[in-house]
């Protein structure tokens, strides 16, 4: 088989990155092992353009959501579902003191942050003592679906397979990359922690953060909003909610723990007014690094072999835009932001 670029991965960043070489009439195949618990087949898909105790925006996050929100509308009209959701997030003060410091940052960040006319509103289904502060628009990404439709696609056009990639089979020159029978100008590495080991990028400052997540059931949330205490919940499908996560540097595996699970079931039980019922539980690694940007671009010194990577805990919100630079690259060679382009790594690269 001889194409234009071999993509391996298949989550978020190598679904956005096929997306637009399919969009740019380029010839691809895409190469994945459907691992269950990678990132993103973990991940809540939820888009918050605020962070932190100081309730800031996020990096880009005006120009990301001017182009992620149509881009993901495009590709659900494309595959027959709802790729996107916009939902409010109504975030429960801790303390007195959280809601003053949410009120003072109202007034400066009046395009996301907006206190409620009703405090009380959500007291049928949560307990909280303090009210709550409202950030809108926040948005839900339904990865659920888009994963699996878009892998379908890819199937039914010979443009996946689904299997192991084994880094021992690749050649590569200056002329292009051989893999078993695939021959490609390129291949561009979209496997999220996997790179961390992989021999060209391993130096790069990825910093691994481990999470997990407890999925509920329960007939009385409302799946109109996300809500936040402490930890996020939210609808995922008709009557199932996601509820995370944790953030962990150190980490002796990347299984669920006992730990967790009885700390969010505790969390539950004193939030929840309303029935539930865990229904799973899973873990999963996020491809985080320490400068939390993503990391863009060709290898400096082979030439052919590039990566998009480094999605931290933003995947859903960085992987659609900065896919799409690495696209322009190839095909208009258009520049790619230099806080995202791994040239900014050439030294440790070339060691
Ligand atoms: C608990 C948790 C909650 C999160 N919640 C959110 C959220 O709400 N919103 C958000 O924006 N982000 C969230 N994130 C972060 C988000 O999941 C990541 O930023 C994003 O999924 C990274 O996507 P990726 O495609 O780069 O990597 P991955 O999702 O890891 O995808 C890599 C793909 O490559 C495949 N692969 C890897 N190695 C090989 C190989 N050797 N051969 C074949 N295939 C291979 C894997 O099967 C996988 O399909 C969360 C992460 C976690 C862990």
Known sequence: ??????????????????YYLEKANRSFVVIDNDNPNSASRVAAGIINPVTG????KT?????????????????????????IDQKSLIDFHPTPQMKMAFDERVKENADFLFQPKDQWQYQQTF?????????????????????????????????LLEEDFEIAELDHSNNGVNYKSIKADKIIFCDGINS????????LPFALN????????????????????????TSIEKGLYWIGSNYLWEFPDDQPTEQFRKQT??????WLKVHFKIVDHKASVRPANIERRPFIGFHPTYKNIGIVNGMGTKGCSLAPWFAKQLTDHL????EIPAEADIKRFTKILTR
């Open 196 to 203: 961390s080991q992989n021999p060209f990028f391993k130096n």
């Open 210 to 233: 481990k999470g997990e997540v407890i999925l509920i059931e329960s007939p009385g949330i409302p799946s109109t909003n996300i809500f936040k205490k402490g930890m996020m919940l």
């Open 1 to 18: 088989m001889v194409v234009d670029y071999l993509v391996i991965g298949q989550g978020i960043s190598g679904t956005w990155l096929s």
């Open 331 to 334: 095909i208009y060679k258009k």
């Open 265 to 270: 079931e505790l969390l539950l039980k004193t």
């Open 127 to 159: 307990n909280y003592d303090f009210g709550y502060g409202e950030v809108d628009p926040c948005y839900v990404v339904n990865l659920k679906e888009i994963l699996p439709a878009w892998r379908k696609k890819l199937l039914f056009n010979n443009q």
């Open 59 to 83: 990096w880009m996050i005006d120009v990301l959501l001017s182009f992620i929100v149509p881009a993901y509308e495009e590709l659900g009209k494309e595959l027959g579902l709802k790729a």
């Open 53 to 56: 105790r100081r309730i800031v």
